[in-house]
């Protein structure tokens, strides 16, 4: 069955330092998500991504934050200048088309701000 | 805002025992709802959905219900098994008619079945 993919599972950083988040999302989707889970909170949504543009982004995704789809298969969330407060579980989901709502999720990349 | 360290609801259920796990909405207007299972240290799997225009789904084992009346949603699960436990999220469909939506989730129970 196919599945979203995320890479790394985790990733350490120090503070001030740029990061990419990768993901590769269900082959014959078009509609890509990032959200982010703080320890012990609930799924935030961070931005929705379709035909190469942005298309809906929240509060968290200030200029610091951009997504990318690169070439046909990857989406990355690039975090240019990471804050304590950017430690959290990042996760990648996608959407088939117009005609279907279900969103499928990646296992996640825990990113640790030191 | 937000509460920092949110303390998640638990429902201590037997093996074997049904379990109903419940949800308040926010947004009158929205038209579509999921549930998702988060093991630790996962990701959200999807379970089961439903549109505004029904009032019940059922999967395997599970079965949703939604009171738009009182805008609360439940997730009922059959015969619960120790491969159940896990975190449950509640989801509605965010957005304005966009087909590109959000989901805006809710805090979630912990669901711990008990052998």
């Known amino acids: 069955e196919p599945e979203v993919t995320q890479t790394p599972s985790h990733q350490v950083t120090q503070m001030g330092q740029e990061v990419i988040l990768r993901c590769v999302p269900i082959?014959?989707?078009?509609?890509f998500y990032w959200y982010r889970q703080i320890l012990g909170q609930k799924v935030e949504f961070l931005v929705s991504?379709?035909?190469?543009?942005?298309?809906?982004k929240s509060e968290i995704f200030d200029d610091q934050f951009s997504v990318e789809r690169p070439d046909g298969s990857n989406f990355t969330l690039k975090i240019r200048s990471t804050k304590l407060e950017d430690s959290a579980m990042y996760f990648c989901?996608?959407?088939?088309?117009?005609?279907?709502?279900?969103?499928?999720f990646g296992p996640g990349t825990r990113l640790t701000v030191l | 805002g937000e509460s920092v360290g949110l303390h998640l609801p638990t429902l201590s259920v037997q093996e074997g025992d049904n379990s109903i796990i419940n949800c308040a909405y926010s947004?009158?207007?929205?038209?579509?709802f999921i549930w998702y299972k988060q093991e630790s240290g996962k990701g959200p799997q999807f379970i089961i959905d439903?549109?505004?225009?029904?009032d019940k789904r059922q999967g395997q084992r599970v079965t949703v219900l939604l009171n738009k009346t009182v805008k609360h949603l439940s997730l009922q699960i059959a015969a619960t098994q120790p491969g159940d436990s896990a975190v449950y999220f509640c989801?509605?469909?965010?957005?304005?008619?966009?087909?590109?939506?959000?989901?805006?989730f809710g805090s979630g129970t912990r669901l711990l079945v008990r052998p």
């Open positions: 082959s014959n989707h078009l509609y």
């Open positions: 989901a996608s959407k088939r088309d117009p005609g279907t709502d279900t969103q499928y």
């Open positions: 947004n009158s207007a929205s038209d579509y």
């Open positions: 991504f379709y035909n190469n543009e942005i298309s809906e």
């Open positions: 989801a509605e469909k965010g957005g304005a008619g966009d087909s590109s939506y959000k989901l805006i």
């Open positions: 439903i549109r505004s225009n029904m």
